[in-house]
């Protein structure tokens, strides 16, 4: 089981619809989130962080976590073209504290 | 705030050449990281490093590839000698301190081709 799994797409949805981005981990006593947004050819920009269950909200985006199904997804409102990028969800590790990547998830917006 | 450094941007060598990169992290980051990511794939820590001592190295393959980071601020990461599967884009990033909250800044990387 690899350590933080992520659909890797291609995830397509309209303009304006919610996209919806998941990620599952197999180290229950992480403690940090984060998602990370890449753009083809640039390197990964950090785009929100989660260290509580529940919701957090950071404009279009919002953050969920649950701890107990060690799953984590970032759910983008309002989509736009723009948004068309590869979502890397980050989990890092309790022993250590390294950070471990999914293989990320391709999301497409068609205007 | 300047972000984090790296040169060159693009290399290509051949097979079991040695090739070196640079990386200048964010100022006053304790921090550093080397990440290398093929293409398809998430970023694949490498080696961290606290001001200029190694914490974790465990994934770096120690047989060709090396990494050093003089007084605390500029590393480089050395491949002697590269093989194909070695054609990444490799990754640095810093961070303020090493603590689990912390966020890492990548820099724009470097595109490793061998041939």
């Known amino acids: 089981q690899k350590e933080v799994e992520q659909n890797s797409g291609p995830l397509s949805v309209p303009e304006g619809a919610i996209a919806s981005l998941n990620c599952t981990y197999s180290?229950?006593?992480?403690?940090?989130f984060f998602w990370y947004r890449q753009y083809s050819g640039k390197s990964p920009e950090l785009i929100m962080f989660?260290?509580?269950?529940g919701d957090k909200e950071d404009g279009r985006f919002t953050a969920q976590l649950n701890k107990a199904s060690q799953y984590v997804s970032l759910l983008i409102r309002d989509s736009q073209p723009s948004d068309s990028a590869t979502y890397l969800c980050?989990?890092?590790?309790?022993?250590?504290?390294?950070?471990?990547f999914g293989q990320g998830t391709e999301l497409s917006v068609k205007p | 705030e300047a972000g984090v450094a790296q040169s060159p941007r693009y290399k290509i060598i051949e097979k079991r050449q040695s090739v070196a990169f640079w990386c200048n992290p964010i100022?006053?980051?304790?921090?550093l990281y080397w990440y290398q990511q093929i293409l398809g794939q998430g970023p694949k820590l490498l080696i961290q490093?606290?001001?200029?001592?190694?914490?974790?190295d465990s994934q770096l393959p120690k047989d060709r590839f090396s990494a050093e980071r003089l007084k605390g601020v500029d590393s480089t990461l050395k491949i002697q000698p590269a093989k194909l599967e070695d054609s990444a884009v490799y990754l640095c990033?810093?961070?303020?301190?090493?603590?689990?909250?912390?966020?890492?800044?990548f820099g724009p990387g470097t595109r490793l081709l061998v041939l």
């Open positions: 990033a810093s961070s303020l301190e090493r603590v689990l909250r912390e966020t890492q800044y």
């Open positions: 180290d229950r006593g992480s403690q940090s």
């Open positions: 989660i260290y509580s269950n």
């Open positions: 980050a989990v890092r590790l309790n022993q250590g504290g390294k950070l471990i």
């Open positions: 100022s006053g980051h304790a921090t």
């Open positions: 490093f606290q001001n200029n001592g190694v914490v974790d």
